[in-house]
């Protein structure tokens, strides 16, 4: 009783009975199959074997009957709907062969996918339809190999796109430029919404930014609100630093744009605020990047990137603390951190020593002022010493910073604060073999400090010989010539 319950219910929910598939095969059974998959009863299996023998000589049937069977994933059954259409033709059903095809990729079995879409060519080498999908499939084992198929195609159909299609493999091989080549023979005019995309995008990864703006800027004419081409208008505009108009395509992307053709992600939330950045909006520019860390989908390497897109936002506004601590979180969280990333921590700390004091002269500040000033400025210092413990090749850069730091600190030279460091920073760099420009630079400050500085405690002989070294780094100098003839009058 319980099976004759379910196939009476069968029946009433698709509309058509054991007895009426026998009759014949019509196009109606194609959405009766839809229903069938869709509610499943008891005697499903018995129900497309029925629909298979109604078929069987109706090979346009089973590939559509296969078809649907294929997309709710009973691909067992499919594969037999494209076997018995195959049989029904002597074996010579094109479509049936890309049913067997997509099959077959859809197992992840490239291969044999591909020997079906070849005899899916064989049956019908005008068909455009199993040339690409041997294409997508075989590009994962050789992409020259899936560019040569396509090439085939061209001969059989001249009409057809093939530069486009040819485009679209090397942009999903990632053959970026390779994909630039193929689509660039296309008419820009005739490209479809998607080879917009993939053309500009291929742009994009090789740093084209204005050729992908042209791409894109075509592909919105035809289709304003697109959601994908404003984004990628967004990226490259962004790129090119034209802040405006990134900011015009985020609102587009975020309020214009049909909110259910488009999920916005992180990485759209941090352009936003990069052209809001950009525009010198701040606050709107921190709201952004907040809100993409909100997002439940972010990974560590985008909160790095927030983080420090957040410390910017803080300094455009002058607000150092804020931008100090996001900094150190940046620190934290970027897995690859190197020397110039901890190197910014330092700089931050110097720039909020600079706020402090502004245009004013030391002599002007408030006590309140100066000891502000001075804190941002150990800080800065202490930076710079971390920096040498986790970067030892940093350590001349970080030498030489301390010591014009220290020197600010201590403008009478009372405590020789920048002495050690100046001194350990000339005797690394004058073991060098070479010199270049960055090393004379470094080692001309070092030389000025160490001669004022011998000055300062009247050690005019020492003064005198660091006076020299200066003038053998820069000859020319009116202020180093006028310094070595002074003190060659006072030096023993």
């Known amino acids: 009783?319980?099976?004759?319950?379910?196939?009476?219910?069968?029946?009433?929910?698709?509309?058509?009975?054991?007895?009426v598939l026998a009759q014949d095969g019509t196009k109606a059974d194609v959405d009766a199959m839809k229903a069938l998959v869709k509610n499943k009863p008891a005697d499903?299996?018995?129900?497309?074997?029925?629909?298979?023998?109604?078929?069987?000589?109706?090979?346009?049937?089973?590939?559509?009957?296969?078809?649907?069977?294929?997309?709710?994933?009973?691909?067992?059954?499919?594969?037999?709907?494209?076997?018995?259409?195959?049989?029904?033709?002597?074996?010579?059903?094109?479509?049936?062969?890309?049913?067997?095809?997509?099959?077959?990729?859809?197992?992840?079995?490239?291969?044999?996918?591909?020997?079906?879409?070849?005899?899916?060519i064989l049956a019908d080498p005008k068909n455009p339809d199993p040339y690409r999908r041997y294409a997508t499939v075989y590009r994962k084992i050789?992409?020259?190999?899936?560019?040569?198929?396509?090439?085939?195609?061209?001969?059989?159909?001249?009409?057809?796109?093939v530069d486009a299609l040819i485009g679209h493999i090397n942009y999903i091989s990632l053959r970026y430029g390779k994909a630039n080549e193929a689509f660039s023979r296309v008419p820009i005019n005739d490209l479809s919404r998607m080879d917009y995309i993939e053309y500009a995008m291929s742009n994009y990864h090789g740093r084209q930014y204005d050729k992908a703006l042209e791409i894109v800027k075509a592909g919105l004419s035809k289709e304003e609100l697109n959601a994908t081409l404003n984004r990628i208008a967004m990226m490259c505009s962004n790129e090119l630093k034209q802040y405006p108009a990134a900011l015009k395509y985020a609102e587009t992307l975020f309020t214009k744009v049909d909110k259910d053709s488009v999920?916005?992600?992180?990485?759209?939330?941090?352009?936003?605020?990069?052209?809001?950045?950009g525009c010198e909006q701040f606050e709107g520019a921190i709201e952004k990047y907040k809100a993409a860390l909100a997002l439940p989908e972010v990974d560590e390497a985008m909160k790095a990137n927030l983080y420090k897109s957040l410390s910017d936002s803080y300094k455009g506004m002058k607000d150092f603390p804020d931008a100090i601590d996001y900094y150190k979180r940046f620190l934290e969280t970027k897995a690859d951190a190197d020397a110039t990333d901890h190197a910014g921590l330092a700089?931050?700390?110097?720039?909020?020593?600079?706020?402090?004091?502004?245009?004013?002269?030391?002599?002007?500040?408030?006590?309140?002022?100066?000891?502000?000033?001075?804190?941002?400025?150990?800080?800065?210092?202490?930076?710079y010493a971390a920096l040498v413990e986790k970067f030892a090749d940093a350590e001349e850069y970080a030498l030489w910073q301390r010591g014009r730091l220290n020197a600010q600190m201590d403008a009478d030279m009372s405590q020789a604060l920048a002495n050690?460091?100046?001194?350990?920073?000339?005797?690394?760099?004058?073991?060098?073999?070479?010199?270049?420009?960055?090393?004379?630079?470094?080692?001309?400050?070092?030389?000025?400090?160490?001669?004022?500085?011998?000055?300062?405690?009247?050690?005019?002989?020492q003064a005198y010989e660091y006076a020299l070294k200066l003038q053998e780094l820069q000859p020319d100098d009116p202020d180093v010539k006028s310094a070595v003839e002074a003190l060659a009058k006072v030096a023993k």
Do not use: W
């Not at 009783?1 to 007895?19: D, E, H, R, V």
């Open 142 to 161: 050789s992409p020259e190999g899936a560019v040569q198929k396509l090439e085939e195609l061209r001969q059989e159909r001249p009409d057809y796109p």
């Open 420 to 461: 050690p460091h100046f001194t350990r920073l000339a005797e690394l760099i004058t073991a060098h073999e070479e010199m270049d420009d960055t090393d004379k630079t470094r080692l001309f400050d070092a030389y000025a400090y160490l001669m004022r500085y011998h000055l300062k405690n009247k050690d005019n002989q």
């Open 347 to 383: 700089l931050l700390h110097n720039n909020h020593a600079r706020s402090i004091r502004g245009d004013k002269k030391p002599a002007d500040l408030t006590p309140e002022e100066n000891e502000a000033v001075t804190a941002a400025m150990k800080k800065a210092d202490e930076a």
């Open 263 to 277: 999920t916005l992600s992180d990485i759209d939330y941090e352009n936003y605020g990069k052209a809001l950045d």
């Open 1 to 19: 009783m319980k099976a004759i319950k379910y196939l009476f219910l069968g029946a009433l929910l698709m509309g058509s009975s054991t007895a």
């Open 44 to 120: 499903y299996d018995k129900q497309v074997k029925n629909y298979i023998k109604a078929n069987k000589k109706n090979a346009e049937n089973l590939v559509a009957i296969g078809r649907v069977l294929y997309e709710a994933d009973d691909t067992l059954n499919a594969k037999a709907f494209a076997e018995q259409a195959l049989t029904a033709t002597k074996r010579s059903c094109a479509p049936a062969y890309i049913l067997l095809g997509d099959i077959s990729a859809k197992a992840d079995d490239g291969g044999a996918a591909a020997q079906n879409y070849e005899q899916a």
